[in-house]
């Protein structure tokens, strides 16, 4: 079945750092990709999404680019700040039925000490 | 401001006890979901409703009940027969289902006394 795998946390930088944080999914055809954040004690929201392949999504510095020869969608931001401190879910929707649900990886944590 | 509104923010529950949790959105969305997130874990999903009076199991559904009477309001019901409660839950919505957006309430961390 489909499926996302995120690299294993938690992840800590020092401000100002470079952000990597990996993704690879397995998907029959054309899924959509999602990165989500989720800030302490709150739900989650969608950072940036990319709906075909070597589509780029970006906000707020982060960006992420749709791999489908590497079946990836890894997350980069060039400077991270302390508020950037969250959990960082990589996600896929299938699209391919109404019955299909969004699928989430296991979640980043990531600290940003100053 | 539209948005999703989860109550309560925490919730304690003794054996053998049901409680709900409420979920309402005024986003005017027809899809809505529970999840349920353990600690270091990603999301798993409940129920699912795409439309009101209609509702579907998820992946981790024994032990939990649904209703969706309203199009505004989703709640969850824990029973006594869900051995491991504690956990964060999280309602969504979206659109529809075929709209990949999923916008998330703030979660209602319930834990047994």
């Known amino acids: 079945g489909d499926s996302v795998t995120q690299m294993e946390g938690p992840v800590t930088l020092s401000e100002e750092a470079f952000l990597t944080i990996n993704c690879t999914y397995t998907a029959t055809g054309y899924p959509s990709l999602f990165w989500y954040v989720q800030y302490p004690g709150e739900g989650l929201q969608l950072l940036l999404k990319a709906t075909k392949a070597d589509d780029k999504g970006s906000n707020k510095g982060f960006e992420a680019t749709y791999r489908k020869e590497t079946t990836s969608f890894h997350l980069e931001k060039g400077s991270v700040q302390v508020s950037d401190s969250a959990v960082y879910f990589c996600a896929l929707s299938p699209m391919k039925t109404s019955y299909d649900k969004v699928i989430f990886g296991p979640g980043t944590s990531l600290s940003v000490i100053p | 401001d539209g948005g999703i509104t989860q109550s309560p923010k925490y919730l304690f529950r003794k054996e053998g006890q049901n409680v709900t949790l409420s979920c309402e959105q005024n986003l005017n969305h027809d899809a809505m979901y529970w999840y349920r997130q353990d600690p270091g874990q990603g999301l798993r999903l409940i129920y699912y409703?795409?439309?009101?009076?209609?509702?579907q199991k998820g992946d981790i559904a024994e032990g939990y009940s649904v209703s969706r009477e309203k199009k505004e309001s989703f709640p969850l019901t824990v029973t006594s027969a869900q051995k491991n409660p504690t956990a964060f839950y999280l309602c969504?919505?979206?659109?529809?289902?075929?709209?990949?957006?999923?916008?998330f309430g703030s979660g209602t961390q319930l834990s047994v006394l």
């Open positions: 409703s795409q439309i009101v009076n209609d509702f």
């Open positions: 969504a919505s979206s659109l529809g289902m075929l709209n990949e957006k999923l916008f």
